[in-house]
């Protein structure tokens, strides 16, 4: 069976980078100013630590398999097992997406429409969230080509923005929480962080080139050091007050005196980052899709961006009002789901079968459109591709054919 | 159908099929046999005709075979014929048939001669310095024209009829061992499988050529210069030339190309690179200018600075139209002068711009029912999209669609909009080759000719984005003289 490579390590270095920031801008700088105070920033730096080590394991774990996702799962848990967690861990990704997602709307509809503030202004995301959840894991890959540049810009143009009102002093002493706090904080925002679990629908998929791992793993650092940075600035902005700033991406950079002077074209680097962000906020709706479609598969394949997205629509314009108690949920105890399933489950998956994957044991059945060899499909990367070798799993064996 | 050996057979046959008055059936003597010469009269070169076969029919003695035709007929052009039932669209095309009694098969010599336009600057691609010649409508003279650029044995044409009527001849154009094989055999199968009534232009056959219908990218590039079109012949891609159309095709397309201008191949780099730098940041502020200023006076007052607010502010006073109504019609305006413009004979056109844009322009803003931060913007706009012509519809319709969402549902619309845009064009792929590369998927060492023009000698490789079968452009020793001392010293101690 063909297995064509869908993506670069480059991809996915750059998927991180766009991905793992923006989600954490909104109104989680607020909630941990509120837990850990001036220590909110080792909350996020513990989060960052957890997702850094499970991104690690997992690549070292799967550097010599050819397996992927589903592969593993199928492997351990067997068919109608593998299926089972399928579905399990689509629930835990709309878990995952839904506080996301409010946050951004409640952040459109109550910061950017000053005069009119419509819920309706939020719908062209679904239509996005539809539409990009019917597209193929390569086109993801691609995007994250791009992506990475309103990214870095936006971040870079905001924290410039920010750096003239900050007072360093604030952050000090270090730890004055405690260290309950620092870790309350932390355990309440894991429904935030834990954007590792994404990497599992990357392995086995990607060409693996000379430090592939160290380039991902620097991506992770990168992209968790902007959080960082971003949880540092604010509280030297804000400090005691950091925990009422519900909307932290509009405040932080509002009170520049160069903006007093000539408008708030920060907005540009808001405008850049909420791009980026709202490709951020989709990506548990995109894999949710995924995981559906492997589980219970349908031929038509835009039937299940459509429920999901609806059903994300229906629940937040449903329960707008008790958002209060969902927030509370969602940062207590469904810490613990999301620990299992974002770091935890990982990590056993790829410990389990990773390292060394009996021949007889290794996955065979790849039905998923988008690592099945078309008509026509090509390897990104283009003419670079021309001639190159690609892998063939037979029988156990590793065989090389040419492409074309 | 066989020709028969009775020329009053073929000549019945034939008479039937082409019963029209520009059709000409000639009666002459080839020595002592009857034969019949068929042309069309208002197409065929009769200088041409009398030379090579009136002449050589009256020098014929007596005729016995084949042979001694062949001796009197010297024309490398000439063709034999045995198929009845193709002579009458050969003479129809413009070829001469000649039919000798007792004879069962007929010599065709193409002597067509139409009218035909001369070599010229192409309107659509001025350049300031480099070659000013254009392809015209005669397919032979866009052939000649490549070949005197590209004088390689390697440089392969290959010609099929595509029309019902119109038996139009396409070219396909490529170099033999740069193109992608599967790429020419694609081509040509799609080129064979298009069945229509005439083709009178190359947009036609583009039409067919790309793989989405529905898609309001182009998906096959264009150029009507013959330097332009060599260059992107060795890239890799593959031409299409359509006889009667000036305009050559290319396959595969890149979003790209149409940001670069011939003039940065024989500019200096640095304003080569500022010119595309320039000429992307043109098409975006057209595209999305007019679409975030509305949505911005609608939705987002504290986006706009205080100074320039106020500006706004004294413009609209009194203007009875919305913010996002006041720019649809100002654009609706300025797609209708942009269209008369084209459209209108050259003499009338400056009483249109005149009329169009200074006098409906200033009267509007005078009479309070356009404000003019939007005519300005609009003006701005609509010259932004002219940096890059090649676009201007494409892009043109995006702006509406982002004006309309823009108006209706602020700025987070446009970036979700963008972000739409974005995903269709990034997963676009036509002829396997994807239309946002170099950028997405990333592939770093065609940078050199993207946004940024590198210099002609960094430019070693032929673009990795585009599938092709030599990869090299130039040779490494031409390049580093270094290396090429090194690997000619090592040669040396192997020997």
Same mark, same amino acid.
């Given at each position: 069976?063909?297995?064509?490579?869908?993506?670069?390590? %480059?991809?996915?270095?750059?998927?991180?980078?766009?991905?793992?920031?923006?989600?954490?801008?909104?109104?989680?700088?607020?909630?941990?100013?509120?837990?850990? +105070?001036?220590?909110?920033?080792?909350?996020? $730096?513990?989060?960052?630590? !957890?997702? $850094?080590?499970?991104?690690?394991?997992? !690549?070292?774990?799967?550097?010599?398999?050819?397996?992927?996702?589903?592969?593993?799962?199928?492997?351990?848990?067997?068919?109608?097992?593998?299926?089972?967690?399928?579905?399990? &861990?689509?629930?835990?990704?709309?878990?995952?997406?839904?506080?996301?997602?409010?946050?951004?709307?409640?952040?459109?509809?109550?910061?950017?429409?000053?005069?009119?503030?419509?819920?309706?202004?939020?719908?062209?995301?679904? =239509?996005?969230?539809?539409?990009?959840?019917?597209?193929?894991?390569?086109?993801?890959?691609?995007?994250?080509?791009?992506?990475?540049?309103?990214?870095?810009? +936006?971040?870079?143009?905001?924290?410039?923005?920010?750096?003239?009102? !900050?007072?360093? +002093?604030?952050?000090?002493?270090?730890?004055?929480?405690?260290?309950?706090? $620092?870790?309350?904080?932390?355990?309440?925002?894991?429904?935030?962080?834990?954007?590792? =679990? &994404?990497?599992?629908?990357?392995?086995? %998929?990607?060409?693996?080139?000379? %430090?592939?791992?160290?380039?991902?793993?620097?991506?992770?650092?990168?992209?968790?050091?902007?959080?960082?940075?971003?949880?540092?600035?604010?509280?030297?902005?804000?400090?005691?007050?950091?925990?009422?700033?519900?909307?932290?991406?509009?405040?932080?950079?509002?009170?520049?005196?160069?903006?007093?002077?000539?408008?708030?074209?920060?907005?540009?680097?808001?405008?850049?980052?909420?791009?980026?962000?709202?490709?951020?906020?989709?990506?548990?709706? &995109?894999?949710?899709?995924?995981?559906?479609?492997?589980?219970?598969? !349908?031929?038509?394949?835009?039937?299940?961006?459509?429920?999901?997205?609806?059903?994300?629509?229906?629940?937040?314009?449903?329960?707008?009002?008790?958002?209060?108690?969902?927030?509370?949920?969602?940062?207590?105890?469904?810490?613990?789901?999301?620990?299992?399933?974002?770091?935890?489950?990982?990590?056993?998956?790829?410990?389990?079968? /990773?390292?060394?994957?009996?021949?007889?044991?290794? &996955?065979?059945?790849?039905?998923?459109?988008?690592? %099945?060899?078309?008509?026509?499909?090509?390897?990104?990367?283009? /003419?670079?591709?021309?001639?190159?070798?690609?892998?063939?799993?037979?029988?156990?064996?590793?065989?090389?054919?040419?492409?074309? | 159908?066989?020709?028969?050996? *009775?020329?009053?057979?073929?000549?019945?046959?034939?008479?039937?099929?082409?019963?029209?008055? @520009?059709?000409?059936?000639?009666?002459?003597?080839?020595?002592?046999?009857?034969?019949?010469?068929?042309?069309?009269?208002?197409?065929?070169?009769?200088?041409?005709?009398?030379?090579?076969?009136?002449?050589?029919?009256?020098?014929?003695?007596?005729?016995?075979?084949?042979?001694?035709?062949?001796?009197?007929?010297?024309?490398?052009?000439?063709?034999?014929?045995? @198929?009845? *039932?193709?002579?009458?669209?050969?003479?129809?095309?413009?070829?001469?048939?000649?039919?000798?009694?007792?004879?069962?098969?007929?010599?065709?010599?193409?002597?067509?001669?139409?009218?035909?336009? #001369?070599?010229?600057?192409?309107?659509? *691609?001025?350049?300031?310095?480099?070659?000013?010649?254009?392809?015209?409508?005669?397919?032979?003279?866009?052939?000649?024209?490549?070949?005197?650029?590209?004088?390689?044995?390697?440089?392969?044409?290959?010609?099929?009829?595509?029309?019902?009527?119109?038996?139009?001849?396409?070219?396909?154009?490529?170099?033999?061992?740069?193109?992608?094989?599967?790429?020419?055999?694609?081509?040509?199968?799609?080129?064979?499988?298009?069945?229509?009534?005439?083709?009178? @232009?190359?947009?036609?056959?583009?039409?067919?050529?790309?793989?989405?219908?529905?898609?309001?990218?182009?998906?096959?590039?264009?150029?009507?210069?013959?330097?332009?079109?060599?260059?992107?012949?060795?890239?890799?891609?593959?031409?299409?030339?359509?006889?009667?159309?000036?305009?050559?095709?290319?396959?595969?397309?890149?979003?790209?190309?149409?940001?670069?201008?011939?003039?940065?191949?024989?500019?200096?780099?640095?304003?080569?690179?500022? #010119?595309?730098?320039?000429?992307?940041?043109?098409?975006?502020? *057209?595209?999305?200018?007019?679409?975030?200023?509305?949505? #911005?006076?609608?939705?987002?007052?504290?986006?706009?600075?205080?100074?320039?607010?106020?500006?706004?502010?004294?413009?609209?006073?009194?203007?009875?139209?919305?913010?996002?109504?006041?720019?649809?019609?100002?654009?609706?305006?300025?797609?209708?002068?942009?269209?008369?413009?084209?459209?209108?004979?050259?003499?009338?056109?400056?009483?249109?711009?005149?009329?169009?844009?200074?006098?409906?322009?200033?009267?509007?803003?005078?009479?309070?029912?356009?404000?003019?931060?939007?005519?300005?913007?609009?003006?701005?706009?609509?010259?932004?999209?002219?940096?890059?012509?090649?676009?201007?519809?494409?892009?043109?319709?995006?702006?509406?669609?982002?004006?309309?969402?823009?108006?209706?549902?602020?700025?987070?619309?446009?970036?979700?909009?963008?972000?739409?845009?974005?995903?269709?064009?990034?997963?676009?792929?036509?002829?396997?080759?994807?239309?946002?590369?170099?950028?997405?998927?990333?592939?770093?060492? @065609?940078?050199?000719?993207?946004?940024?023009?590198?210099?002609?000698?960094?430019?070693?490789?032929?673009?990795?984005?585009?599938?092709?079968?030599?990869?090299?452009?130039?040779?490494?020793?031409?390049?580093?003289?270094?290396?090429?001392?090194?690997?000619?010293?090592?040669?040396?101690?192997? #020997?």
């Amino acid at each position: 069976m063909l297995r064509t490579q869908t993506l670069y390590d %480059r991809q996915i270095a750059l998927f991180f980078l766009s991905v793992v920031p923006f989600t954490k801008f909104f109104t989680l700088p607020s909630l941990t100013a509120g837990i850990s +105070g001036n220590d909110m920033w080792i909350s996020a $730096i513990l989060n960052l630590v !957890l997702d $850094i080590v499970t991104v690690l394991i997992v !690549l070292s774990a799967c550097k010599k398999s050819n397996v992927d996702f589903f592969g593993l799962i199928e492997n351990i848990f067997g068919k109608v097992g593998g299926k089972i967690v399928l579905i399990l &861990y689509a629930i835990f990704f709309l878990l995952k997406g839904f506080i996301p997602i409010c946050e951004q709307k409640d952040y459109v509809v109550l910061t950017m429409y000053l005069a009119l503030p419509k819920i309706a202004m939020f719908l062209p995301f679904f =239509v996005l969230a539809v539409y990009l959840c019917c597209k193929r894991l390569r086109v993801i890959g691609r995007l994250s080509d791009v992506l990475f540049i309103p990214t870095v810009i +936006g971040f870079v143009l905001l924290m410039a923005l920010t750096i003239p009102n !900050l007072e360093m +002093g604030a952050l000090l002493p270090i730890g004055l929480s405690g260290a309950k706090n $620092i870790f309350k904080a932390s355990y309440s925002s894991l429904n935030w962080y834990g954007d590792c =679990v &994404y990497l599992l629908f990357f392995i086995g %998929r990607f060409k693996r080139e000379k %430090r592939s791992n160290l380039k991902i793993i620097i991506a992770y650092i990168v992209a968790g050091l902007m959080v960082v940075v971003f949880s540092l600035f604010f509280y030297a902005t804000f400090s005691s007050l950091a925990f009422r700033k519900k909307f932290a991406l509009t405040e932080i950079s509002k009170y520049t005196t160069v903006i007093n002077n000539i408008g708030r074209f920060d907005f540009i680097a808001i405008f850049l980052i909420l791009f980026s962000s709202a490709f951020a906020t989709i990506m548990p709706i &995109y894999f949710a899709c995924m995981l559906l479609q492997r589980a219970l598969p !349908l031929k038509k394949h835009y039937i299940y961006p459509l429920i999901l997205s609806l059903l994300i629509m229906i629940l937040m314009f449903g329960l707008n009002e008790y958002f209060a108690s969902l927030e509370s949920f969602f940062t207590g105890i469904a810490g613990i789901i999301f620990l299992i399933f974002s770091n935890l489950l990982p990590i056993v998956l790829a410990l389990s079968t /990773g390292f060394r994957v009996p021949n007889n044991k290794r &996955y065979r059945g790849d039905k998923d459109n988008s690592i %099945r060899k078309r008509d026509g499909e090509i390897n990104d990367n283009v /003419g670079v591709d021309n001639g190159e070798n690609f892998s063939i799993v037979k029988g156990g064996k590793q065989n090389e054919i040419q492409k074309d | 159908m066989k020709i028969y050996e *009775s020329l009053e057979k073929n000549r019945k046959f034939l008479t039937e099929k082409l019963n029209s008055d @520009d059709v000409c059936f000639l009666d002459v003597l080839a020595g002592d046999k009857n034969a019949l010469l068929i042309f069309v009269k208002d197409i065929t070169d009769k200088e041409s005709l009398g030379d090579l076969i009136l002449r050589p029919l009256s020098r014929i003695e007596k005729l016995e075979s084949e042979l001694e035709l062949k001796k009197y007929f010297i024309n490398p052009e000439r063709e034999r014929l045995t @198929d009845l *039932s193709k002579l009458p669209d050969k003479i129809v095309s413009g070829t001469s048939v000649l039919l000798i009694d007792g004879f069962s098969f007929a010599y065709a010599f193409p002597l067509v001669k139409y009218e035909k336009r #001369a070599i010229t600057e192409p309107p659509t *691609s001025t350049v300031i310095k480099g070659p000013r010649e254009g392809f015209t409508e005669c397919l032979p003279v866009n052939i000649s024209l490549l070949r005197r650029k590209l004088k390689t044995p390697d440089l392969r044409f290959e010609t099929l009829e595509i029309g019902e009527y119109s038996k139009t001849t396409v070219c396909l154009c490529y170099v033999k061992n740069i193109a992608d094989k599967n790429l020419v055999k694609k081509l040509k199968a799609k080129l064979k499988t298009i069945s229509i009534d005439a083709v009178f @232009d190359s947009s036609y056959v583009s039409k067919f050529l790309g793989e989405h219908k529905t898609s309001i990218f182009k998906q096959v590039g264009n150029t009507e210069k013959p330097d332009v079109l060599s260059a992107k012949i060795l890239e890799g891609r593959v031409a299409i030339l359509v006889d009667g159309s000036p305009i050559a095709l290319t396959v595969p397309y890149l979003l790209i190309e149409d940001f670069q201008s011939p003039n940065d191949y024989y500019a200096s780099p640095y304003t080569a690179t500022l #010119a595309r730098f320039l000429r992307v940041f043109a098409v975006a502020l *057209s595209t999305l200018l007019p679409a975030f200023y509305v949505s #911005a006076q609608l939705f987002h007052l504290q986006v706009i600075p205080l100074a320039f607010l106020l500006t706004i502010v004294n413009s609209i006073k009194g203007i009875p139209f919305s913010p996002s109504y006041e720019m649809f019609f100002s654009l609706l305006i300025f797609e209708i002068l942009n269209e008369a413009s084209v459209r209108m004979p050259k003499y009338v056109g400056m009483v249109v711009s005149i009329v169009g844009g200074l006098v409906l322009g200033e009267t509007a803003v005078n009479a309070g029912i356009i404000s003019a931060p939007t005519l300005m913007i609009i003006a701005l706009s609509g010259i932004c999209l002219f940096t890059v012509p090649e676009l201007e519809k494409t892009f043109g319709l995006l702006r509406l669609v982002f004006l309309i969402i823009g108006g209706s549902m602020g700025a987070y619309g446009i970036l979700m909009t963008m972000a739409l845009v974005l995903v269709y064009v990034v997963s676009f792929e036509n002829y396997s080759t994807p239309l946002m590369a170099p950028f997405s998927p990333l592939i770093k060492k @065609d940078f050199k000719d993207s946004i940024y023009k590198g210099f002609m000698s960094e430019m070693t490789l032929r673009p990795l984005s585009i599938r092709n079968a030599n990869h090299v452009r130039i040779a490494p020793d031409s390049t580093n003289n270094e290396v090429n001392e090194k690997t000619s010293d090592k040669g040396e101690k192997n #020997a």
